[in-house]
């Protein structure tokens, strides 16, 4: 064997370490994804989705990029979920609607306001009580799985200018913006959407076990982080696709 052929089957072994090491983590983004869920979206088909993307990113990491193999895989592992799910979107037209106009009134509210809107100022203007407000949080939740790495994820319809073009330099620099635009906005959240935002994205906590810390129901959390998506959407208005 050659050197060149020795160098192929060492990164080709290496690559397969990679993947044999980082399986349980596509278990453990997939089963963080599932619990807000219906249960017609199956586990199966998320890990399936998963390994591809782990799969691609055994292949494609370059440690030189400065991430480690493992927040490198888990981006590409949970990209590679995401897009299974709005593959197979089972959400109603109708949830997205309203996920629509509930973020286009707290929009309004905000900039007359200059504040963050509260849930009866929503709701009021929206011309809906308090309790089918909470009902479409609820909804919201689970509508196109809302995702920190990729613009497109934010709404119904994908509109990342480049996307199909991922390695040209102006997509890279508007996915650099959309984070600085997101992470300023999150910073901005109320601070118990921020704090729910940080215990479900960051520390991988499920609605139960964050309704645990904040003392308060997992029907509550689900309320509060879909106030978050929504109001989320509602300030990065220009990332999200506002077709259908």
């Known amino acids: 064997m050659n050197g060149a052929a020795m160098y192929a089957a060492n990164q080709e072994n290496d690559r397969d370490d990679l993947v044999t090491l980082h399986a349980p983590l596509v278990k453990r983004i997939a089963y963080h994804l599932m619990s807000r869920l219906p249960p017609s979206v199956q586990a199966d088909d998320l890990i399936q989705a998963g390994m591809i993307g782990l799969l691609e990113a055994a292949r494609n990491y370059d440690p030189a990029q400065g991430a480690s193999f493992e927040t490198y895989a888990g981006i590409r592992i949970r990209g590679a979920m995401l897009d299974e799910i709005r593959r197979t979107d089972w959400t109603p037209r109708s949830v ?3 996920a629509r106009q509930v973020a286009e009134a707290v929009r309004q509210i905000e900039n007359a306001k200059g504040r963050d809107a509260r849930d009866v100022e929503v709701a009021e ?36 200018r480049g ?60 309320q509060i982080h879909g106030q978050a998506l929504i109001r989320l959407r509602a300030r990065m208005s220009e990332w999200v696709g506002n077709k259908g």
């Open 96 to 98: 997205h609607r309203k």
């Open 163 to 222: 996307a199909e073009h991922p390695n040209e330099p102006l997509n890279h620099l508007q996915h650099a913006d959309f984070q600085k635009s997101l992470a300023k906005a999150i910073e901005g959240l109320p601070e118990r959407e921020r704090l729910v935002m940080a215990l479900y994205y960051d520390e991988e906590l499920n609605l139960r076990e964050i309704g645990e810390v904040l003392g308060v129901s997992e029907s509550r959390v689900c």
């Open 125 to 160: 203007l929206l011309g809906i009580d308090i309790n089918e407000y909470h009902r479409i949080l609820q909804d919201s939740t689970g509508c196109r799985i809302f995702s920190f790495e990729d613009p497109g994820g934010m709404g119904e319809d994908q509109d990342l």
